[in-house]
Structures are given as C-alpha cells and as structure tokens.
C-alpha cells in the first residue's frame, strides 16, 4: 500500500481472540529454549493462606485467631500464562515496555512540575 505521499504502508486490523483476557502479574520468569526461542512465565506472588487457624471461643462467641498451621505460609509465585517469542520479538518487546515506562514517567514529572495543568498558550 502507499500512502498519500507516495510512501509504502502496512495496515495492521486488530482482533482479540475469543479466549482474550488480561492477567495481572508482578513478574516474570524464563530463559532460552533449546531452540533460541525466549520463554518466560508472568507470575503473580503473594504469600499463601494458612492450611487451617485456631480461634478462641468466648461467652460471646468466636474469637481472635490464637494460632495457624502453618505459622508463617510460603510465598508463592503463581504463573498465570506461558509466552514463547523469538529472540527479534523478545528484544522489541523489551524496548516496548521501556519507553511505555518512560512515557508514563515522563507524563508524571509533567503533572508534578505543574507543566499538565496549564492551559496550551495559542
């Protein structure tokens, strides 16, 4: 395709698939496959609910939690989904989150100097 100044365009039309959803993580973990590929795991980490609490019982009812099992849980890193790229694909999307990142940053000095809230001079 050319556009109207006589250069060639891509046109891209985006989609999601009927199994699209967003995931929360907090990080990330990985390598390279025997194939060259990068592989990595977004995970979320939290610490683990206990396998059962101990509580006291008073005239009134239920009381404080005097004692769990185990004392302190596990953290846990949690993968919520596998991604696979190649090592072009996986370098473009570092760079991607790196100036979103700084976009953000960038946006949020502005906001803090004051410079998002005055009014465009014209």
Not at 13 to 34: C, F, K, Q
Not at 76 to 89: E, H, K, L
């Amino acid at each position: 395709m050319k556009d109207e100044n006589g250069k060639r365009t891509v046109t891209y039309t985006y989609e999601r698939h009927p199994d699209y959803h967003i995931v929360y993580a907090n990080g990330a973990v990985g390598g390279v496959t025997p194939r060259g590929e990068v592989l990595f795991d977004l995970f979320i980490e939290f610490v683990g609910i206990p396998d059962e609490t101990v509580h006291s019982v008073t005239p009134d009812g239920l009381g404080p939690e005097i004692g769990r099992k185990p004392e302190s849980p596990p953290f846990t890193r949690q993968s919520q989904i596998g991604v696979v790229m190649n090592p072009g694909q996986a370098k473009s999307l570092g760079y991607w989150l790196i100036n979103q990142v700084e976009n953000m940053e960038r946006k949020r000095e502005e906001r803090v100097s004051g410079g998002g809230d005055k009014p465009p001079v014209h």
